[in-house]
């Protein structure tokens, strides 16, 4: 089993930028593709990005790309989301999710085996 801890959400205000951690307890096959979704209240969860550990390749959602990067510090063990820019629609619960490291459908969460339990982004207008 892969626990996957978060941090770095909280409460600011829009335009400003936040930084989102997540380290897994620890890597394996089944964990080479981190990825982040979101929830929002009343709304399913969607993709965010995510990033391959071995070749660091990137995804982004059409709605945060080019305010929002990912990337993944291998000697830290950690994958971070740097939001820029941010905007009330950005707010919701941010989970960490990890998965096996093909890069097919990225976006469908089913592709994802462990989640991390979430951290709240609220972005004020």
């Known amino acids: 089993q892969v626990q996957l801890v978060e941090s770095g959400g909280g409460l600011v205000q829009a335009g400003d930028s936040l930084r989102l951690s997540c380290t897994p307890s620890?890597?394996?096959?089944?964990?080479?593709?981190m990825g982040w979704f979101r929830q929002a209240p009343g709304k399913e969860r969607e993709f965010v990005s995510a990033?391959?550990?071995?070749?660091?390749?990137?995804y982004y959602s059409d709605s945060v790309k080019g305010r929002f990067a990912i990337s993944a510090d291998n000697a830290k063990n950690t994958v971070f989301l740097q939001m820029n820019s941010l905007k009330s629609e950005d707010s919701g619960v941010y989970y960490c999710?990890?998965?096996?490291?093909?890069?097919?459908?990225?976006?469908?969460?089913?592709?994802?085996?462990?989640w991390g339990r979430g951290t709240q982004v609220t972005v004020s207008s």
């Open positions: 999710a990890a998965g096996p490291g093909s890069s097919f459908r990225v976006e469908i969460d089913g592709k994802y085996l462990y």
């Open positions: 620890k890597r394996t096959f089944t964990t080479g593709l």
């Open positions: 990033i391959t550990w071995n070749d660091n390749k990137s």
